[in-house]
């Protein structure tokens, strides 16, 4: 399972389809909006912070409507997303989190590593990643609904 996978099924196991949308950052590679749009989603596209290129929490809020579910914040080039307020965000609205940590194995917000600090996370193991098996990508989540979710639809569940 790959990361477009990893996120794709995230998406699916979290509810995620037609009508709803999902703020990204607009700086990140293609299989994040494609992750959305293979649900029926619409892809909501935020700005960056210019110091860390991750998604800028401060333009989050107004690009949030009623048919907004999730927020996809990417941790690019080891750089983690500022997670505390986007989470503060996403508690405000009622969002759901889902930490794309593709690129930032062992990075740390205010001493939590990432991969801890959503609904669910994941991880990518591609050849260009921090660490690397060629292919693949896990999730991790600490929701046993969304993991027994995500385990059965890995594998042609329906």
């Excluded at 293979?38 to 210019?50: L, N, Q, R």
């Excluded at 969002?95 to 991969?115: P, S």
């Amino acid at each position: 399972m790959g990361p477009l996978h990893s996120l794709h099924l995230s998406l699916v196991s979290l509810g995620i389809g037609e009508d709803d949308e999902v703020i990204i950052p607009d700086l990140t590679f293609i299989a994040t909006a494609n992750a959305v749009k293979y649900t029926g989603a619409k892809v909501v596209t935020i700005d960056i912070e210019e110091t860390t290129l991750c998604i800028d929490p401060e333009k989050i809020e107004s690009a949030i409507t009623n048919k907004t579910k999730a927020i996809i914040p990417v941790h690019l080039y080891g750089h983690p997303a500022n997670m505390i307020e986007i989470n503060k965000i996403a508690k405000k609205y009622n969002l759901l989190v889902i930490e794309d940590a593709a690129e930032a194995h062992g990075a740390e917000v205010k001493g939590q590593r990432v991969g801890s600090l959503g609904d669910c996370e994941i991880f990518s193991f591609y050849g260009n990643k921090i660490i690397t098996c060629g292919e693949g990508g896990i999730i991790t989540t600490n929701n046993e609904e969304l993991y027994l979710k995500a385990k059965f639809l890995r594998d042609q569940g329906p």
